[in-house]
């Protein structure tokens, strides 16, 4: 350390721009691949599942009405993934998420509950 006048430690001045590490860039490069394709990915299957979960609307109103909170969705992954401690518990999260955003999307699907329990479902008059 160096000292000024008065005796007491300064910091040392630095020359040109401190240097980086490749694993800190790396990490950051991570996670913002993640917030912008994970969080895409989850964004895209909570649309899907909510429009299908809407059956009851017309077509076009229920695809409008979950494209909406989509948008929250979206910004809420990508603040969380640089919330999160490491990238790869942002990815581990993004995964989770997809994965039971997948696994709701396709049992909402017509048919989907003849596959899962092998009976078919009641005809309706």
Request: aromatic share 8%.
């Amino acid at each position: 350390m160096n000292t000024n006048e008065t005796g007491t430690a300064t910091r040392p001045v630095l020359r040109g721009r401190p240097r980086v590490p490749l694993r800190a860039r790396l990490a950051v490069a991570s996670r913002a691949l993640a917030a912008v394709a994970g969080g895409y990915a989850v964004a895209a299957l909570f649309t899907a599942t909510l429009a299908l979960a809407l059956r009851s609307l017309p077509k076009d109103e229920a695809v409008k009405f979950a494209t909406m909170p989509a948008f929250l969705v979206y910004a809420a992954a990508v603040v969380w993934v640089f919330a999160t401690r490491t990238a790869r518990r942002a990815w581990l999260g993004l995964v989770i998420a997809a994965a039971l955003l997948g696994l709701a999307l396709w049992l909402l699907q017509p048919g989907a509950a003849v596959a899962v329990t092998g009976v078919p479902p009641a005809a309706t008059p």
